[in-house]
């Protein structure tokens, strides 16, 4: 075996790792939590190592948890960023940041609601964002929330606000 035939699991497993503690951490969970409500199928001594790449993970354990933590398999997994990910992602307009409540979202039914549901549970994948309570939109994202919800784009902020969609943290 080469050097990089042994270096390359351990830095992969570390990679995973992360993402598996990125993960927990977003749905505010300790190892302990995790333990106790996954009814000791996960202990906490065996995620702590999983999640330093001390321990290997194998495919069905790695779906069953991510099936706990209710995110697709993939978003367990590092992937790489391309460059012109990296440029586009510095390039996007972040000004006019918007938070939507989306635990109050998904309460409303009706067909704007449910495709803007939709349309934020896509970018939270594409940020591997799993919080799940709140999402923040930027510039770019009201133009399409503005099509759903069939207003003016200078008016997405107030139309959410009239939902009581728009997210204020508690001080």
Same mark, same amino acid.
């Given at each position: 075996?080469?050097?990089?035939?042994?270096?390359? !699991? /351990?830095?992969?497993?570390?990679?995973?790792?992360?993402?598996?503690?990125?993960?927990?951490?977003?749905?505010?969970?300790?190892?302990?939590?995790?333990?106790?409500?996954?009814?000791?199928? *996960?202990?906490?001594?065996?995620?702590?190592?999983?999640?330093?790449?001390?321990?290997?993970?194998?495919? !069905?354990?790695?779906?069953?948890?991510?099936? *706990?933590?209710?995110?697709? %398999?993939?978003?367990?997994?590092?992937?790489? %960023? /391309?460059?012109?990910?990296? /440029?586009?992602?510095?390039?996007?307009?972040?000004?006019?940041?918007? =938070?939507?409540?989306?635990?109050?979202?998904?309460?409303?039914?009706?067909?704007?609601?449910?495709?803007?549901?939709?349309?934020?549970?896509?970018?939270?994948?594409?940020?591997?964002? *799993?919080?799940?309570?709140?999402? /923040?939109?930027?510039?770019?994202?009201?133009?399409?929330?503005? =099509?759903?919800?069939?207003?003016?784009?200078?008016?997405? =902020?107030?139309?959410?606000?009239?939902?009581?969609?728009? *997210?204020? !943290?508690?001080?």
């Amino acid at each position: 075996m080469t050097a990089l035939e042994v270096d390359t !699991p /351990t830095a992969y497993s570390r990679q995973v790792g992360e993402r598996l503690r990125v993960i927990r951490k977003q749905k505010r969970l300790s190892l302990q939590e995790v333990e106790a409500q996954s009814d000791q199928e *996960f202990k906490a001594s065996v995620l702590g190592a999983y999640e330093r790449g001390e321990r290997a993970l194998s495919v !069905p354990r790695l779906d069953r948890l991510a099936q *706990f933590y209710a995110v697709p %398999v993939e978003q367990l997994l590092p992937r790489e %960023v /391309t460059g012109s990910e990296a /440029t586009a992602a510095l390039a996007s307009p972040s000004n006019k940041k918007l =938070a939507i409540d989306v635990a109050k979202l998904v309460q409303l039914s009706g067909s704007p609601f449910e495709m803007l549901a939709r349309y934020l549970r896509l970018i939270q994948v594409q940020r591997q964002d *799993f919080n799940g309570r709140v999402i /923040t939109v930027r510039g770019d994202d009201t133009r399409s929330i503005a =099509a759903m919800l069939d207003v003016p784009v200078d008016q997405v =902020a107030d139309r959410l606000a009239a939902l009581d969609l728009v *997210f204020i !943290p508690a001080d």
